[in-house]
């Protein structure tokens, strides 16, 4: 009787363990989930690559590339979100982990705006 509860507690553990969700690196609101497949529309890629690099009077700065299945790194983490793929390069995974992503259009900008809360400064010099 003892094996048999052994395997019926291990099944149990295997089933939770693979119920859990993942919670994703990066949130991509519905805003920008519809404008990048609309830039994605136009253009021969799948996925939308999100990097970062230093720039500007803060230090860092985000890049964002159009990337084919054969870019897509080792350590790179795939976001799929509202209908659309997201790759965050590896060296900036650590950088963008529980950033939200949202896209603004207004009569004065229309561009992607990044909200991280691990951001230890902003300016506003425009890099």
Known sequence: MSALREAAT???????????LKKQAMEVTEAAAARI???????????LKIG????????????????GDDEK??????VEANGVKVIIAGPA???????KMDYVHDRLR??????NPNAKGECGCGE
Do not use: Q, W
């Open 52 to 67: 970062v690099r230093t720039r500007g009077c803060n230090g860092m700065t985000y890049t964002m590339n159009y990337a």
């Open 10 to 20: 291990a099944a149990v553990k295997t089933a939770t363990r693979s119920a859990r």
């Open 110 to 115: 229309s561009e992607f705006v990044f909200e």
């Open 73 to 78: 790194g080792k350590f790179d983490e795939v």
């Open 37 to 47: 497949k609309e830039l994605l529309s136009t253009k021969d890629k799948p996925y």
């Open 93 to 99: 995974l650590m950088h963008v982990i529980g950033t």
